[in-house]
């Protein structure tokens, strides 16, 4: 068991853990953050996408000792009233369906948009499947992350 000190959504977090135990664990189990999900455990869902400083990462995939100096934000961590221009469109887009995927959707749309504020339809088609939706909602993703581009997408 290891101390290691984390930055998480803004603020510090003390965790006794295994160093090699996976961040996803870390924040549901030790931490009580739910919002990130659990699907494969392999990297290859991506419905555990977290920010690491600023950039999505698997955090099924990432171990906790390697996030010692990083910021690490979740869904929780994107805005607490539920304001991001992100989080804003899926509500008026209607987005999900079973919502499962929704936190890691919004996680990923979030880090384009911050590296790309207009994306066209190709790149935030390429971006967006690193996150598996197995109720198939990428047409209302697409054009949720349009809107919060200040734009729409035929």
Do not use: F
């Not at 749309?109 to 971006?127: Q, T």
């Amino acid at each position: 068991m290891a101390r290691i000190e984390l930055r998480l959504n803004g603020c510090l977090r003390t965790v006794d853990c295994d160093r090699s135990m996976p961040l996803l664990w870390v924040l549901r189990d030790l931490i009580g953050l739910t919002g990130t999900k659990y699907g494969c455990g392999i990297g290859m869902c991506g419905v555990c996408t977290v920010h690491l400083d600023g950039d999505p990462a698997r955090s099924c995939l990432v171990k906790v000792a390697d996030c010692a100096d990083r910021e690490i934000t979740t869904i929780e961590g994107l805005s607490g009233s539920g304001e991001h221009p992100v989080q804003r469109a899926w509500m008026a887009v209607n987005v999900p369906q079973c919502g499962y995927c929704q936190p890691a959707q919004i996680m990923a749309a979030a880090a384009l948009l911050a590296r790309n504020p207009r994306p066209d339809r190709a790149e935030i088609d390429r971006h967006m499947s690193s996150v598996l939706c197995r109720c198939g909602t990428y047409p209302r993703v697409r054009q949720a992350i349009a809107l919060a581009a200040g734009r729409q997408v035929p």
